[in-house]
């Protein structure tokens, strides 16, 4: 069946270590996102692609980045930069035609700095 | 810009009990209305949109949602709820005319009791 996989599930992170996220699809969607979540803050963008080798800065980009080398992958990485990064994180992607078709969403990771 | 808003950040209801987790939405130009839930520790799926049409949507597990455009809301009820209801229900919308970007409300948290 077709979906979204990210990996790992759970993820813990010493002080000023950089992690990556994995986020794969195999829906053949041209966008993908990442969003951060925290308890009664909803879910945030953090950063999305329409198309290979592009992406753009979502609403709290600062201390992440993230590649598009591939249509099938758009790995997150969280950057020692990134001051409070224990949150529940979420990759979603999208056909062509954009968001009208809803979004598709992976399972999470839930990342800890410990 | 566009915002949402659900106002109720948990709403506890008993078995077979009606239910209405409400959301109201800010934006200049036409969108595209969603909402999505969210079991714990899993991603999101899409519980029903509007896009056009007809004002009431429904799902095929017995939620309807109905788009009030002079209220600028899109409420989500269902007659009768059942404990495997339970989970985090968020409300998002999207501009029709750049529709790669959902924004996501701060969810609502349903708690079915027997």
């Known amino acids: 069946d077709g979906g979204i996989t990210q990996s790992p599930k759970y993820l813990f992170r010493k002080e000023g270590q950089n992690v990556t996220l994995s986020c794969e699809q195999n829906l053949n969607h041209d966008a993908m996102y990442w969003y951060r979540q925290d308890p009664g803050q909803g879910l945030r963008l953090i950063y999305y692609?329409?198309?290979?080798?592009?992406?753009q800065k979502g609403d709290i980009a600062e201390g992440y980045s993230v590649s598009r080398e591939k249509k099938e992958s758009f790995p997150l990485t969280v950057t020692s930069a990134q001051k409070n990064p224990t949150a529940f994180y979420l990759c979603?992607?999208?056909?062509?035609?954009?968001?009208?078709?809803?979004?598709?969403f992976g399972s999470g990771t839930r990342l800890t700095v410990v | 810009a566009q915002s949402v808003t659900q106002l109720d950040s948990q709403v506890p209801v008993f078995e077979e009990a009606p239910v209405e987790l409400r959301c109201n939405y800010s934006s200049s130009v036409s969108v595209y209305l969603f909402w999505y839930v969210q079991y714990p520790n899993q991603g999101l799926q899409l519980l029903l949109k509007y896009l056009s049409g007809s004002t009431l949507v429904e799902s095929i597990n017995g939620f309807e949602a109905e788009f009030n455009k002079s209220q600028t809301s899109f409420h989500l009820r269902k007659p009768s709820v059942h404990i495997s209801d339970t989970a985090e229900y968020f409300c998002?919308?999207?501009?029709?005319?750049?529709?790669?970007?959902?924004?996501f409300g701060s969810g609502t948290r349903l708690l079915v009791r027997p």
């Open positions: 998002a919308v999207s501009r029709m005319d750049s529709s790669y970007k959902l924004i």
């Open positions: 692609s329409q198309i290979v080798n592009d992406f």
């Open positions: 979603a992607s999208t056909p062509g035609q954009g968001v009208s078709y809803g979004y598709t």
